[in-house]
Nanobody, 125 residues
Framework: QVQLVESGGGSVQAGGSLRLSCAVSGYTYGSHCMGWFRQAPGKEREGVAATQDGRLYYRDSVKGRFTISQDNAKQTVYLQMDSLKPEDTAVYYC????????????????????WGQGTQVTVSS
């Protein structure tokens, strides 16, 4: 059974940093995509960072501030978030694509089969 468990969310003032972790179990690492999505109140869920085949991808609004990384030995994906802004407030989810399947559209939720439960990030001004 595949499980993704996020941690590291919390409350921080604008300009601060947080690091989210996503521990993955029951999943065979291979040619697949891993991503971080977020959903703010009243808004649709959107992808903010993704990785596939060693390449990293970011939504424009977080470029230069967020960094996605992956520790395959620990089967953990991280999202380092720096220079946080109030508009970054959202529930953050990690997601994993179908194992051994290439993801063609990294910001499309349908590319991802497995999801974590989400962790709240609140940034105050």
């Amino acid at each position: 059974q595949v499980q993704l468990v996020e941690s590291g969310g919390g409350s921080v003032q604008a300009g601060g940093s947080l690091r989210l972790s996503c521990a993955v179990s029951g999943y065979t690492y291979g040619s697949h995509c891993m991503g971080w999505f977020r959903q703010a109140p009243g808004k649709e869920r959107e992808g903010v960072a993704a990785t596939q085949d060693g390449r990293l991808y970011y939504r424009d609004s977080v470029k230069g501030r967020f960094t996605i990384s992956q520790d395959n030995a620990k089967q953990t994906v991280y999202l380092q978030m720096d220079s946080l802004k109030p508009e970054d407030t959202a529930v953050y989810y990690c997601a994993a694509g179908r194992s051994a399947s290439y993801c063609f559209t990294l910001w499309d939720e349908n590319e991802y089969k497995y999801w974590g439960q989400g962790t709240q990030v609140t940034v105050s001004s």
